[in-house]
T-cell receptor, first 113, second 116 residues
Framework: KAGVTQTPRYLIKTRGQQVTLSCSPISGHRSVSWYQQTPGQGLQFLFE???????NKGNFPGRFSGRQFSNSRSEMNVSTLELGDSALYLC????????????FGPGTRLTVL | AQTVTQSQPEMSVQEAETVTLSCTYDTSESDYYLFWYKQPPSRQMILVIRQEAYKQQNATENRFSVNFQKAAKSFSLKISDSQLGDAAMYFC?????????????FGKGTKLTVNP
């Protein structure tokens, strides 16, 4: 089975712009979670989608949003980018059942100038 | 609030030796799952081992094993016969159900260096 894929792998944007990141889960996985990883804050949970519905959300401003399509692929959008949004964005997929293991993608490195 | 603490920001070990990485967590839940993930410089987060809280037996995966002490809320990772490829950031994570969905909380990580 193919693993979790994320595109693009690298992005450079300027303040005020918006960005869309994409995540394709492992075949058969219906849950996709997004995380932001920074040296200072570590790994922080952004949100989780299951069967096209947002099931949970972390403590991030409304500039961070996402969606999931019927094929379980997910996109994450960040509007009005700030310098502090520079981070590695990881997505993880799972079957979505209690205690499932989450499998991570390689991440998208976003740099905001 | 559920928190995960990794008290060792950095650790080093000689090749072929054994090293133990510490992890403690805080929870009021009785049913949860614990994981160790490895993140090499390539950045891909890789599952190392998982433990169900309801199982008393410690999980083992080849050279990797855990010491799960539920009452003490401790979940340490032991790496035996360390190899150069084990060098990475190691994250301890706690997974629980809240509001019908699964949440995963990570520790800050331990950077492991393997010396030849």
């Amino acid at each position: 089975k193919a693993g979790v894929t994320q595109t693009p792998r690298y992005l450079i944007k300027t303040r005020g712009q918006q960005v869309t990141l994409s995540c394709s889960p492992i075949s058969g996985h219906r849950s996709v979670s997004w995380y932001q990883q920074t040296p200072g804050q570590g790994l922080q949970f952004l949100f989780e989608y299951f069967s096209e519905t947002q099931r949970n959300k972390g403590n991030f401003p409304g500039r961070f949003s996402g969606r999931q399509f019927s094929n379980s692929r997910s996109e994450m959008n960040v509007s009005t980018l700030e310098l502090g949004d520079s981070a590695l964005y990881l997505c993880a997929s799972s079957l979505g059942q209690p205690g499932d293991t989450q499998y991570f993608g390689p991440g998208t490195r976003l740099t905001v100038l | 609030a559920q928190t995960v603490t990794q008290s060792q920001p950095e650790m080093s070990v000689q090749e072929a030796e054994t090293v133990t990485l510490s992890c403690t967590y805080d929870t009021s839940e009785s049913d949860y799952y614990l994981f160790w993930y490895k993140q090499p410089p390539s950045r891909q987060m890789i599952l190392v081992i998982r433990q169900e809280a309801y199982k008393q037996q410690n999980a083992t995966e080849n050279r990797f094993s855990v010491n799960f002490q539920k009452a003490a809320k401790s979940f340490s990772l032991k790496i035996s016969d360390s190899q150069l490829g084990d060098a990475a950031m190691y994250f301890c994570a706690y997974r629980f159900t809240q509001g019908g969905s699964e949440k995963l909380v990570f520790g800050k990580g331990t950077k492991l260096t393997v010396n030849p």
